[in-house]
C-alpha cells in the first residue's frame, strides 16, 4: 500500500521515528468515546484503551486510559476541557462523514470539525496532543480536496496529529489492538496507525480493506511517539513557539 505525502510549505524529509526520552516521569492519559450506534464502536475503542488499563511505560512517559464513555457533541465542543482536551490521547470510534464525526444515531448528532469547534476553544489549548478517529471519511486528504487542513484548524488549537480514514472503512477489527501495542513499543504515532491498517489487509477481502489512512500533523511533530513529551505546543499554520520550530502542516495518506 502506497503513502502520499504533502505539506503546505516545505519539502518532503526522509521518513524514520526516533524515540525521544524526556527527563521527568509524567502520567499522562488516554480517553475513549464511543458513537452511540452499533456495538462494534464499543469494541473498537475497548480495544484500543484496554492495553492501557494499567500504567504503560513509554520511555519515561506513562500512559492510562482515564475516560471511556459515549460521545456528547459538547465533550469536544463547548465543555472539551472537561472531557477530551482534559486527555492527552483522544480515541474516539463512530460513523463518520468529511471532517463530521457522528456521536449518536438515533437523535442524528455529532460534532462537525469545521465547523462546531469554533462555538468552544478547540482541541490542544488546554491538554490534548493526538486526536485519533476510527471512522469513515473524517480525515479527508488531498485526494479529496485541495485543501485538506483549513477545515481542521478550529480544532488544531495545540493538536500535534490528528489521524484517522479518508475513505470508507470497515472495523470490527484488529487496527486497535495492534495500534496499541506499536505505541507501547515506541512506535510514531501516526505512522503506527497507517502499519496497524496495512497490516489488517487480506488478499480475502481485497487491497481496499480495510480502508486508507489520513493524518494531519505538524512538521515539528512527525516523530512524535508516547515518549515524546506534550509541550511545547503547535499553533496556527506554523512558525516558532517557546524555540521550537513547528514547521508546516502536513498531509500523509494511503492510496491504491
Not at 492527552?88 to 464525526?101: K, V
Not at 488546554?126 to 484548524?153: F, G, K, Q, R
Not at 507501547?184 to 480493506?209: D, I, L, M, P, Q
Request: charged share 15%; aromatic share 18%; with cysteine.
Amino acid at each position: 500500500m502506497k503513502t502520499k505525502r504533502w505539506s503546505r510549505l516545505l519539502p518532503s524529509l526522509g521518513l524514520g521515528c526516533i524515540l525521544l526520552l524526556t527527563g521527568q516521569a509524567q502520567a499522562r492519559l488516554i480517553g475513549g468515546y464511543v458513537d452511540r450506534a452499533e456495538e462494534r464502536f464499543v469494541r473498537n475503542v475497548w480495544n484500543f484503551i484496554k492495553e492501557f488499563q494499567t500504567y504503560q511505560a513509554v520511555g519515561s512517559q506513562s500512559w492510562k486510559y482515564s475516560q471511556y464513555y459515549y460521545m456528547q457533541p459538547y465533550m469536544f465542543t463547548t465543555a472539551n476541557d472537561s472531557w477530551t482536551d482534559s486527555m492527552d490521547f483522544i480515541f474516539a470510534s463512530g460513523h463518520g462523514n468529511t471532517y463530521y464525526l457522528q456521536t449518536n444515531q438515533s437523535t442524528s448528532t455529532g460534532v462537525s470539525f469545521s465547523s462546531d469547534m469554533a462555538s468552544g476553544d478547540g482541541l490542544g489549548d488546554y491538554n490534548a496532543e493526538y486526536l485519533v478517529i476510527e471512522s469513515c471519511l473524517t480525515v479527508a486528504s488531498l485526494a479529496e480536496s485541495s485543501d485538506p487542513w483549513s477545515n481542521w484548524m478550529d480544532t488544531l488549537k495545540g493538536l500535534h496529529q490528528i489521524v484517522g480514514f479518508r475513505t470508507v472503512s470497515y472495523s470490527d477489527n484488529g487496527i486497535p489492538n495492534n495500534y496499541a501495542r506499536k505505541l507501547k513499543a515506541g512506535g510514531c504515532v501516526w505512522n503506527s496507525w497507517f502499519n496497524a491498517v496495512n497490516e489488517e489487509r487480506s488478499y480475502a477481502y481485497g487491497t481496499f480493506y480495510p480502508g486508507m489512512a489520513s493524518a494531519i500533523f505538524y512538521d515539528g511533530t512527525r516523530y512524535d511517539t508516547l515518549a515524546t513529551a506534550g509541550y511545547p505546543d503547535p499553533r496556527g499554520w506554523g512558525g516558532w513557539n517557546q524555540g521550537r520550530d513547528w514547521g508546516y502542516i502536513w498531509n500523509w495518506y494511503q492510496y491504491e
